[in-house]
């Protein structure tokens, strides 16, 4: 047994006096293999002090030997000794054997920082000096993917897969090429990528991520399929439940899509996603009641949502409770109401006889429902109802325009023109 081995035994018997001693020893008789070996898993037990001591002594014993440097230096960063820990490695040499992973340490210390750019340009400086190191392939790829520049990140993981490495440092390859490509927004390239990981590799984020590509690519059968079993394994894996609802709703599953978001919701109270699809679920289901009570209690949560504020609205005009209606959108200011709010306003004050108020929305929400035939309609038998000529005229010709072929109201502006 060598004293090196000594020194990990006694450590293991936690008899620290006669690991000294035997350490001691280990640098007169023990080579400089071992005390690097030594020094090694030193630090891995956690005797990082006496892991400095060896590496200082290999680095007296063997000045030239640079990797013994790179081996402290990296140690020392480690360790929060970043002055230290830096000047060893930048006393290497461009010459020196331990140059390349002298680069590849600083380029990781840098962007474990957060300094990306200084991270960047080491990595370069490496695949300059060694393009076909895997390993400094896989450094340009994660460091472009953890700065949010996937277009980079992908062309690098590409370049691994091609060369025949799927996994280094215990990641999958394709995986991250798939993750990076949906980030892209390539999500047709990003979805064959993920499909052909085995099932092994297909865990609970790649099969969320799936849900959501396929749901991008409009695959909602896929979509529902991929993020059921996602809540399968993890019912409380929140962020699946909005897009489930989502497909359940494109599936046309309305009952399930509620149930969904409800169960969602039962999770967070602030996805105002969720609360969006749950009240037009309902509504579909002429479920006025929970509809309403499903905008209100998401209005309580977020008052600004434009998204909900308009839900409820036509929650009560669904309900015909036109009063309503009239108190819940003249109580937001002008610059709140949207072109749907406006003609859901006009519809309320037509139906209360209130019809001054229900032209003036109805000609704000002309000027986005121009092309819009439902609309024109119903401005049409409201200007009909006024027996206003004049903005008959109007909405029939701009039907027209939008769809000539109506021939009923073709007759129908030809007989009020003569």
Excluded: C
Excluded at 249 to 261: D, I, S, V
């Amino acid at each position: 047994m060598s004293y090196s081995e000594k020194v990990l035994q006694n450590l293991s018997d936690n008899n620290l006096e006669e690991a000294q001693n035997n350490l001691k020893y280990a640098f007169k008789e023990d080579d400089s293999e071992t005390l690097s070996s030594l020094a090694e898993e030193l630090y891995a037990m956690g005797f990082t002090d006496q892991s400095q001591q060896v590496y200082r002594f290999l680095i007296k014993q063997h000045p030239k030997e640079d990797i013994f440097k790179v081996f402290l230096g990296e140690l020392l960063l480690n360790e929060n000794k970043e002055t230290e820990g830096l000047s060893y490695l930048y006393d290497i040499s461009e010459e020196s054997d331990a140059y390349l992973q002298t680069l590849l340490v600083l380029a990781d210390y840098y962007q474990t920082e957060g300094v990306f750019e200084a991270a960047e340009q080491k990595l370069k400086e490496a695949y300059q000096i060694d393009p076909e190191e895997p390993v400094i392939i896989f450094g340009l790829a994660e460091l472009y993917y953890s700065m949010g520049q996937f277009q980079p990140a992908s062309e690098y993981y590409s370049l691994l897969l091609d060369g025949g490495e799927n996994y280094i440092a215990n990641t999958n390859i394709q995986k991250r090429l798939g993750l990076a490509l949906a980030k892209m927004g390539d999500y047709e390239e990003a979805l064959n990528e993920l499909k052909d990981l085995n099932d092994l590799e297909k865990d609970t984020e790649i099969n969320y991520q799936l849900g959501l590509l396929s749901l991008q690519v409009n695959d909602d059968k896929q979509a529902e399929s991929y993020l059921m079993t996602v809540l399968d394994e993890m019912s409380d894996y929140i962020s699946a439940y909005a897009p489930l609802a989502m497909a359940q709703q494109h599936l046309g599953k309305h009952e399930e899509a509620l149930n969904t978001a409800q169960a969602g919701l039962s999770y967070t109270e602030f996805d105002e996603s969720l609360y969006q699809i749950a009240g037009e679920s309902a509504l579909y289901l002429k479920k006025y009641d929970t509809a309403q009570n499903i905008f209100e209690k998401g209005l309580a949560v977020n008052e600004d949502s434009q998204v909900l504020k308009a839900g409820l609205s036509q929650t009560y005009l669904r309900q015909k409770r036109y009063q309503a209606e009239i108190d819940f959108l003249t109580q937001l200011d002008e610059d709140q109401l949207t072109p749907q709010m406006s003609w859901d306003l006009a519809r309320a004050y037509q139906e209360t006889e209130q019809f001054e108020q229900a032209k003036s929305q109805y000609l704000l929400a002309y000027r986005a429902f121009s092309t819009d035939t439902d609309f024109l309609k119903q401005m049409l038998d409201f200007a009909q109802e006024l027996a206003d000529r004049e903005l008959q005229l109007l909405l029939m010709q701009q039907y027209l325009k939008v769809n000539p072929d109506d021939l009923q109201m073709q007759n129908d502006l030809d007989d009020l023109q003569n």
